[in-house]
C-alpha cells in the first residue's frame, strides 16, 4: 500500500518555509485508489521565482486552508503507507516537520521513484522527474504543480514495478533506506569501505577540503550515524550536501581516536566542527599562603605569572577536582573558594594541621598525574596501545611490543610520535584513567611488565 506525494513550497528547508500545495494518490500497486491535492495558506511569501515556476502566487494561496487545516486528513492517508516521492527526501522532511507542528508523530518507510528509476531504467542521462517522464512517453499534466507531478510519478513508479521493480523494491527495504539518507553526493562505496574498527574520519567537500572531522569506536557504524533521520534545519541540510569523500584514519583503541581527532580538529579547522573550535581558556587549581599561614586552594584562569597544581579545560571540571579534594582531605570548603559563608577566625583550625592536610591534597593531585602511562589491549597480537603523559602534559601515543618495559621512558619513547599538548586531551584522558585505573601506570614504579 503506496501514498504517493508531491508538495510545491516557499523554499528549501522545512523548518524555514511552508507548503504551498499538497497532492497525495493513494495507490496500490494495481490501481489508484484515492486522489487528494489541495493549495495551502504556507504563512510565508512566496517569492517571485518560485511562481513563476510553479505558477502558484500569493493571491491564489491567500484563502486557501492552513496546513493545520488538513493536517488530520493527510496523517490519515499517509498513515500505514510506504510513502513514495521522486527525490524522496525532501516531500518527507516537510511533511513530517510541518506534522509534528500540528502535534501529529509520524513516521514511515519511504522509497524514492528518482533512485528507483536508476535501478530500473540504467542508462539515461538524466533522471529528473520531467527528464526521466519524457524518455518514458509518459506525459505530465500541469507540471511543477502538486497534481500533475504525483499523478506522473504515480504512473513512473507503476513503470517500474512493471520492470521487476518488485525485487528491486526488496533490496531497498533489505538495506533499509541507507541509500536514500546518504548526502545526494557522497557515493554509497563510500559507507560500504569502512571499517569497523576505531579511528578518526573526515567529511571532504567538491574541493576535497576537510569539513567535518569526528572519531568512532566503528568506522562504519558512526559514519552512517550521521545520516539517519531528518533534520530539516537549514544548516544540516547545506552539510550533507557539502558532503563528497570520506578519508579515515585508523587507531588502535576508542581513547586514541578520541585523543586523535582532537589534534585533528586544531591541526585543521574544519567548518563544520564547533566543539573544540575556540581559543583554548583553561582553569587550574593554585596554592597560596594567605596573611594568617593558611595555604589556601583556588580556582582561576590558566596564567604565566602563577603555576597552576593541576590544570582543566572546563571550570566545571576544576570545580568538581577540588571539591573531591576538600572531601578526600577534610578540608574547609570556604577557605577554597568553594562556599561562601563567612569564616569565623575563632574557630578555625591549627595552622600547622591545616597546612599538612592541604600538603597531602596537593601531593595526591601533583603525584597522581605527573609522569604516567596509559597502557591498553589491542587487536593487533603482542601490541599495546600506549599513551605518554610527562611533566603533567600529553606527549604522544602509538603501539609498543607486548614485552616493552613501562619503567623504561626512553625505551617506551621510541615507539610513540610526539603531538601537541592541549587541555582536552589531559582531561579524556584523566576521564579514562578513572574509568579505567588497572590501565594506569605511573612511570617511577619499578618491574612493571604487561604480557
Same mark, same amino acid.
Given at each position: 500500500?503506496?501514498?504517493?506525494?508531491?508538495?510545491?513550497?516557499?523554499?528549501?528547508?522545512?523548518?524555514?518555509?511552508?507548503?504551498?500545495?499538497?497532492?497525495?494518490?493513494?495507490?496500490?500497486?494495481?490501481?489508484?485508489?484515492?486522489?487528494?491535492?489541495?493549495?495551502?495558506?504556507?504563512?510565508?511569501?512566496?517569492?517571485?521565482?518560485?511562481?513563476? +515556476?510553479?505558477?502558484?502566487?500569493?493571491?491564489?494561496?491567500?484563502?486557501?486552508?492552513?496546513?493545520?487545516?488538513?493536517?488530520?486528513?493527510? #496523517?490519515?492517508?499517509?498513515?500505514?503507507?510506504?510513502?513514495?516521492?521522486?527525490?524522496?527526501?525532501?516531500?518527507?522532511? #516537510?511533511?513530517?516537520?510541518?506534522?509534528?507542528?500540528?502535534?501529529?508523530?509520524?513516521? *514511515?518507510?519511504?522509497?524514492?521513484?528518482?533512485?528507483?528509476?536508476?535501478?530500473?531504467?540504467?542508462?539515461?542521462?538524466?533522471?529528473?522527474?520531467?527528464?526521466?517522464?519524457?524518455?518514458?512517453? %509518459?506525459?505530465?499534466?500541469?507540471?511543477?504543480?502538486?497534481?500533475?507531478?504525483?499523478?506522473?510519478?504515480?504512473?513512473?513508479?507503476?513503470?517500474?514495478?512493471?520492470?521487476?521493480?518488485?525485487?528491486?523494491?526488496?533490496?531497498?527495504?533489505?538495506?533499509?533506506?541507507?541509500?536514500?539518507?546518504?548526502?545526494?553526493?557522497?557515493?554509497?562505496?563510500?559507507?560500504?569501505?569502512?571499517?569497523?574498527?576505531?579511528?578518526?574520519?573526515?567529511?571532504?567537500?567538491?574541493?576535497?577540503?576537510?569539513?567535518?572531522?569526528?572519531?568512532?569506536?566503528?568506522?562504519?557504524?558512526?559514519?552512517?550515524?550521521?545520516?539517519?533521520?531528518?533534520?530539516?534545519?537549514?544548516?544540516?541540510?547545506?552539510?550533507?550536501?557539502?558532503?563528497?569523500?570520506?578519508?579515515?584514519?585508523?587507531?588502535?583503541?576508542?581513547?586514541?581516536? *578520541?585523543? +586523535?581527532?582532537? %589534534?585533528?580538529?586544531?591541526?585543521?579547522?574544519?567548518?563544520?566542527?564547533?566543539?573544540?573550535?575556540?581559543?583554548?581558556?583553561?582553569?587550574?587549581?593554585?596554592?597560596?599562603?594567605?596573611?594568617?599561614?593558611?595555604?589556601?586552594?583556588?580556582?582561576?584562569?590558566?596564567?604565566?605569572?602563577?603555576?597552576?597544581?593541576?590544570?582543566?579545560?572546563?571550570?566545571?571540571?576544576?570545580?568538581?577536582?577540588?571539591?573531591? +579534594?576538600?572531601?578526600?582531605?577534610?578540608?574547609? *570548603?570556604?577557605?577554597?573558594?568553594?562556599?561562601?559563608?563567612?569564616?569565623?577566625?575563632?574557630?578555625?583550625?591549627?595552622?600547622?594541621?591545616?597546612?599538612?592536610?592541604?600538603? +597531602?591534597?596537593?601531593?595526591?593531585?601533583?603525584?597522581?598525574?605527573?609522569?604516567?602511562?596509559?597502557?591498553?589491549?589491542?587487536?593487533?597480537?603482542?601490541?599495546?596501545?600506549?599513551?605518554?603523559?610527562?611533566?603533567?602534559?600529553?606527549?604522544?601515543?602509538?603501539?609498543?611490543?607486548?614485552?616493552?618495559?613501562?619503567?623504561?621512558? %626512553?625505551?617506551?619513547?621510541?615507539?610513540?610520535?610526539?603531538?601537541?599538548?592541549?587541555?582536552?586531551?589531559?582531561?579524556?584522558?584523566?576521564?579514562?584513567?578513572?574509568?579505567?585505573?588497572?590501565?594506569? #601506570?605511573?612511570?617511577?614504579?619499578?618491574?612493571?611488565?604487561?604480557?
Amino acid at each position: 500500500m503506496f501514498a504517493i506525494v508531491d508538495i510545491e513550497t516557499t523554499g528549501s528547508f522545512a523548518a524555514e518555509n511552508g507548503i504551498t500545495e499538497i497532492a497525495i494518490v493513494l495507490f496500490n500497486g494495481k490501481e489508484v485508489e484515492k486522489r487528494f491535492t489541495t493549495l495551502i495558506q504556507p504563512r510565508y511569501p512566496i517569492p517571485k521565482f518560485v511562481s513563476q +515556476l510553479t505558477g502558484i502566487t500569493n493571491a491564489m494561496v491567500a484563502h486557501a486552508p492552513l496546513f493545520a487545516d488538513v493536517a488530520a486528513d493527510v #496523517f490519515r492517508m499517509l498513515q500505514n503507507r510506504i510513502f513514495v516521492a521522486h527525490n524522496v527526501n525532501f516531500d518527507y522532511s #516537510f511533511i513530517k516537520y510541518h506534522l509534528k507542528a500540528c502535534g501529529y508523530e509520524w513516521n *514511515a518507510r519511504k522509497l524514492c521513484t528518482l533512485k528507483l528509476a536508476r535501478e530500473a531504467f540504467p542508462g539515461f542521462p538524466k533522471y529528473g522527474l520531467g527528464s526521466i517522464c519524457r524518455q518514458l512517453d %509518459i506525459s505530465i499534466e500541469n507540471r511543477h504543480r502538486a497534481g500533475g507531478d504525483a499523478d506522473a510519478t504515480c504512473i513512473l513508479f507503476d513503470r517500474i514495478l512493471q520492470k521487476g521493480g518488485t525485487a528491486i523494491l526488496k533490496t531497498f527495504f533489505k538495506k533499509e533506506n541507507r541509500a536514500q539518507i546518504l548526502p545526494p553526493n557522497l557515493p554509497m562505496e563510500a559507507i560500504q569501505r569502512l571499517p569497523n574498527t576505531p579511528g578518526v574520519y573526515h567529511f571532504h567537500n567538491k574541493k576535497d577540503k576537510i569539513i567535518y572531522t569526528g572519531k568512532a569506536k566503528s568506522l562504519k557504524t558512526r559514519v552512517a550515524g550521521h545520516f539517519t533521520g531528518f533534520t530539516t534545519s537549514s544548516r544540516r541540510q547545506e552539510f550533507l550536501r557539502n558532503i563528497f569523500s570520506i578519508s579515515f584514519i585508523h587507531c588502535p583503541t576508542e581513547l586514541q581516536a *578520541a585523543i +586523535l581527532e582532537s %589534534i585533528e580538529i586544531r591541526k585543521r579547522w574544519p567548518q563544520y566542527n564547533i566543539s573544540q573550535k575556540h581559543r583554548e581558556q583553561a582553569f587550574g587549581i593554585f596554592s597560596f599562603e594567605d596573611a594568617k599561614g593558611y595555604w589556601r586552594l583556588a580556582i582561576d584562569k590558566i596564567n604565566k605569572q602563577a603555576k597552576a597544581i593541576a590544570t582543566y579545560p572546563l571550570f566545571s571540571e576544576a570545580h568538581n577536582a577540588l571539591w573531591k +579534594l576538600v572531601r578526600a582531605h577534610d578540608l574547609d *570548603a570556604r577557605m577554597c573558594f568553594l562556599d561562601r559563608t563567612p569564616m569565623d577566625a575563632d574557630k578555625l583550625p591549627p595552622v600547622a594541621e591545616y597546612n599538612d592536610r592541604v600538603k +597531602l591534597a596537593i601531593q595526591a593531585v601533583t603525584t597522581g598525574f605527573t609522569d604516567f602511562l596509559v597502557v591498553e589491549k589491542t587487536n593487533q597480537k603482542n601490541k599495546l596501545s600506549c599513551i605518554l603523559i610527562e611533566h603533567n602534559k600529553f606527549y604522544g601515543m602509538g603501539i609498543v611490543p607486548s614485552r616493552t618495559d613501562l619503567t623504561n621512558k %626512553i625505551a617506551v619513547k621510541k615507539f610513540l610520535e610526539q603531538y601537541p599538548h592541549n587541555t582536552t586531551i589531559l582531561s579524556l584522558i584523566r576521564a579514562h584513567v578513572l574509568k579505567h585505573p588497572e590501565q594506569f #601506570f605511573r612511570m617511577e614504579n619499578t618491574g612493571v611488565m604487561v604480557e
